[in-house]
């Protein structure tokens, strides 16, 4: 991505963000400081941020660390006044090690960064539907993680009930022990361990058909919002309304910001990194981007390779060649890649 050039006399802002405080620093087009100050987390403080930046010149950009978490409503903040919000990484551990670490120092190399060119990534804005989605797929781990950890539970406890009940329970499959152990029927005088044990059955239970609804209603909705924002996303093959989420999310509300496919690819960490060194020519492969969009990828391939001829046919010759499967694996998750690319809601409009 090409980065414009600061004009004399322009600003570059950069911020540190936290929970409670943002710390803002202020450098001019040759990346002297003009000024640092702390602001509250507030909308006050967002306010007194920007204008404090403005008031050493005209506004240039401004590198905001944080930008999906303590630096979204500040970076939203900015985006409505009509400032250009980078979104920065912290600094190395390396580079942290040389020159320390204190918030005026983060926010420094944060600005610093948006000058050099280092960093130009545009944010999410966190302001849409996605937005949506990324909040009810908060809920579906949650509550995915939690039941099966009752399932396990109750699978546990039968294991050590009372010989009686461990005969009645043993050998039920999770969905017949969920609803044998919520028909349990207690006093609430009877302190006995079949009792007790009966008790603590009939509450896993409990829980677990209550997660079971809230993780249907949560679906319900993911479906009707993702086919809703892009319908030729959830056409494709093999992409659900769990997996369209996914990729959704990792994209952002304004999936526009990923210019080329190659930073699609990219940011779900599908695309071959050069390793070359000498004489030597090769590719390595990448283990960072985001994982639930690597994730997400993979699930397409595997129903892919499942259900589709044309992608089983592809393995198939490519093994033939002397790839193994996985490195076939990758390179269709790379094709993947370019093909959801050009279906994502900004793509497709244009």
């Known amino acids: 991505m090409t980065t414009m050039t600061p004009e004399p006399g322009s600003v570059t802002g950069g911020v540190d963000t936290h929970l409670e405080t943002h710390v803002a620093a202020a450098l001019d087009h040759l990346g002297g400081v003009l000024g640092t100050k702390s602001f509250s987390a507030t909308g006050r403080g967002y ?32 985006r409505e006044h009509d400032v250009t919000v980078i979104e920065v990484l912290r600094p190395n551990r390396q580079t942290r090690r040389r020159r320390g670490k204190t918030d005026v120092i983060d926010a420094i190399a944060a600005a610093r960064a948006v000058l050099s060119g280092e960093a130009t990534g545009t944010p999410k804005t966190h302001d849409g ?9 908060v809920i579906t781990r949650s509550a995915t993680k939690s039941r099966t950890q009752a399932i396990n539970q109750m699978h546990n ?9 461990r005969a009645k329970l043993r050998g039920h499959k999770a969905r017949e022990l969920v609803e044998v152990c919520a028909a349990f029927r207690v006093r609430t005088d009877d302190d006995t361990l079949p009792a007790i044990t009966r008790l603590v059955l009939r509450e896993l239970a409990h829980t677990v058909q209550h997660l079971d609804t809230q993780l249907a209603a949560a679906k319900v909705r993911l479906r ?38 190659s930073a699609f690819a990219a940011l779900g960490g599908v695309n ?37 001829p044309a992608t089983r046919a592809y393995l198939e010759r490519r093994v033939s060649e002397g790839k193994s499967k996985t490195e076939t694996i990758r390179c269709i998750k790379r094709y993947l890649a370019r093909e959801i690319y050009s279906v994502l809601p900004d793509r497709a409009a244009a």
């Open 47 to 78: 306010r007194q941020l920007l204008g404090w930046l403005r008031s050493f010149g005209p506004l240039h950009k401004v590198g905001v660390e944080g930008t999906g978490s303590y630096g979204s409503a500040l970076a939203r903040h900015l």
């Open 157 to 165: 406890i039968v294991a050590t009930a009372p010989d009686e009940l």
């Open 224 to 261: 009707r919002i993702t086919t809703a924002v892009a319908p030729d996303l959830t056409a494709a093959h093999g992409v659900g309304p769990e997996t369209a989420a996914s990729i959704l999310v990792s994209a952002g509300d304004n999936s526009g910001r990923l210019a080329k496919e």
């Open 129 to 137: 539907p996605v937005e949506s989605l990324r909040l009810l797929k």
């Open 272 to 308: 071959p990194v050069p390793a070359s060194s000498g004489k030597t020519t090769r590719h390595r492969l990448n283990r960072g981007g985001d994982r639930d969009l690597n994730s997400a990828l993979w699930r397409i391939t595997i129903v892919r390779l499942a259900t589709d």
